[in-house]
RNA sequence: GCCGAGGUAGCUCAGUGGUAGAGCACUGCUCUGAAAAAGCAGUGGUCGAAGGUCCGAUUCCUUUCCUCGGCA
């Protein structure tokens, strides 16, 4: 009866690195699997929106769900791209909005669970990305031009874009260039779509010093048994370090330390003190984001999303 | 006890006879095909203490306290 109302219905589980996303998520999925909700729907899906985990081989570090905590529940967007290539947020959006039809398609409700802010906005606002494709040759040729040169360049190509540009920026230098370049003209602002889903945005709060306690002990954990060392070590198997340095975090500094050069106690701090410098990052993009609810425990969780899907 | 080195921002340190800087940390922010990325801004110090010289001392001199090496 009320499937037609929960037919384009979009949830949304965010917040900072270590702040049990993943868990609130598969909670929140198993409470509607179908027979046991009172809303017509047919159970729910969920959609990581991680920069990092939609790489093969990036489980620990990046810390991916494993099969047995998704107690059955389907969860997409994990491992679908070769971390030997660049994954990008173009081609995250247009899996995720693929993920999400085939998902309300089967009358079921999609959850998109991540940290990564951007990937999120680009589905929740239907963000409109230029049809440029990255040339990296060309970034490369551009690169060298220094963020002096590549400014000039840009105030000349397009002024428009180089008066809000931010000037000292490598890589948003590069990508303005490289839209006009690519398209001859200037490509100004692209503009958003109104999004065609009714949408929640739940935001899981903590504390600073919970945070911190949290990275902590999840570091610890998968240092236990040199899982993550090992992992690491896996990988290099078929990337170089540099790639594995790109990736961030947990990845550049086990290789750094694989490298020796930095010791074992400086890779540990690194870690700890870096992801504590993301998660605020990650809040400051988060905080942007008015409608999102914050939340503090599982129980607010189930009160709004009952609210939601009763609309 | 003697000799040497040093005490400057939360940490590591630079510096100058005219009341101080860097990196990191901390705080806030930006973000339209690399986002765990890449950038921006801001807070913060009676320069160990007390005297002296000087128009003026964090900088020179004396004393004193503390730390670290070496010798006893």
Redo the contacts with the bound molecule.
Sequence with gaps: MSTASTKNKLVVILGPTASGKSDLAVKLALRLRSGRNKFGIEGAEIISA????VYKG?DI???KITKKEMQGISHWLLDVANPKR??????YQKLALKAIKNIQKRGKLPIIVG?????IQSVVDG????????DWKL?KKL?KLGVGGMFKKLKKLDPKRAKNI?A?????L??ALE?VLKTGKPVQ????LTSQFSILQIGIKKS?GELKKNIHKRLAKRLKKNAMINEVKKLHRALSWKRLEE?????RFVAQYLQNKISKEQMIEKIQ??S???A???M??F??DKRIIWISGSHKAKQRIDIFLNK
């Design positions: 991680d920069s990092r985990q990036l570090g990046s810390g660049r994954f990008t947020l173009a081609q940290g990564t802010g951007f990937y963000i409109v990305i230029p049809e440029v494709k990255p970034r690169e931010d000292k920026n490598p890589r948003r590069v990508r839209i602002k692209s503009g958003r600073p990736f961030g975090l947990e990845y003190k870096e504590e410098h993301f605020k990052r990650q400051t993009w905080q942007r």
